[in-house]
Antibody, heavy 117, light 110 residues
Framework: EVQLVESGGGLVQPGGSLRLSCAAS????????MEWVRQAPGKGLVWVSR????????RYADSVKGRFTISRDNAKNTLCLQMNSLRAEDTAVYYC??????????WGQGTTVTVSS | QSALTQPASVSGSPGQSITISCTGT?????????VSWYQQHPGKAPKFMIY???NRPSGVSNRFSGSKSGNTASLTISGLQAEDEADYYC??????????FGGGTKLTVL
């Protein structure tokens, strides 16, 4: 079964850091670009970041550029998102997703990040 | 990158058809045939429904169809069913090599 499972969310103070992980299974992880998308409570989906197959090319939304870093370990079938200098507005459910067919065809169940003092 | 514009809500009765619009600019929707649509039920992850404007992934009902004209894409759901009640999001590739989503549309099946 094709599956993505996020972990690493939690409560963090403003200015703090958190590292999210996404474990992939059931497909050849190294063959797919991967994405992070977030959804603030009661709000819509917002694209956050993308990484290509070998990790050499990354893209970020302006709102997280310079604070978040996306990475991947193809040997461990794992996608990561290092989040630094967190702000209240980063509070959201964070989803990892597989890029395929010029869209995102497989999504994880999400992990919740809450930034609050 | 500003979010694509979708109506906040639409509604329809079982068996009817509804259309959800998604308006962007020439830098996203109008410039690429890389529009996708996602269905999201409360508390669940989004589900991939349409890609490349009008293509359905395997397993998605043919009651769902997509189209595009200029800077506006549309999702049409025919033969509405109770289980179609959900939030729907459009997304487009952009000239900045990023993705942008719409604000989402809540579909109510009356």
């Amino acid at each position: 079964e094709v599956q993505l499972v996020e972990s690493g969310g939690g409560l963090v103070q403003p200015g703090g850091s958190l590292r999210l992980s996404c474990a992939a299974s059931g497909f050849t992880f190294s063959s797919y670009w991967m994405e992070w998308v977030r959804q603030a409570p009661g709000k819509g989906l917002v694209w956050v970041s993308r990484i290509n197959t070998d990790g050499s090319t990354t893209r970020y939304a302006d709102s997280v550029k310079g604070r978040f870093t996306i990475s991947r370990d193809n040997a461990k079938n794992t996608l990561c998102l290092q989040m630094n200098s967190l702000r209240a507005e980063d509070t959201a459910v964070y989803y990892c997703a597989r890029k395929n067919f010029n869209g995102m065809d497989v999504w994880g169940q999400g992990t919740t990040v809450t930034v609050s003092s | 990158q500003s979010a694509l514009t979708q109506p906040a809500s639409v509604s329809g009765s079982p068996g009817q058809s509804i259309t959800i619009s998604c308006t962007g600019t020439s830098s996203d929707v109008g410039g690429y045939n890389y529009v996708s649509w996602y269905q999201q039920h409360p508390g669940k992850a989004p589900k991939f429904m349409i890609y490349d404007v009008s293509n359905r992934p395997s397993g998605v009902s043919n009651r769902f169809s997509g189209s595009k004209s200029g800077n506006t894409a549309s999702l049409t759901i025919s033969g509405l069913q109770a289980e179609d009640e959900a939030d729907y999001y459009c997304s487009s590739y952009t000239s900045s090599y990023t993705w942008v989503f719409g604000g989402g549309t809540k579909l109510t099946v009356l």
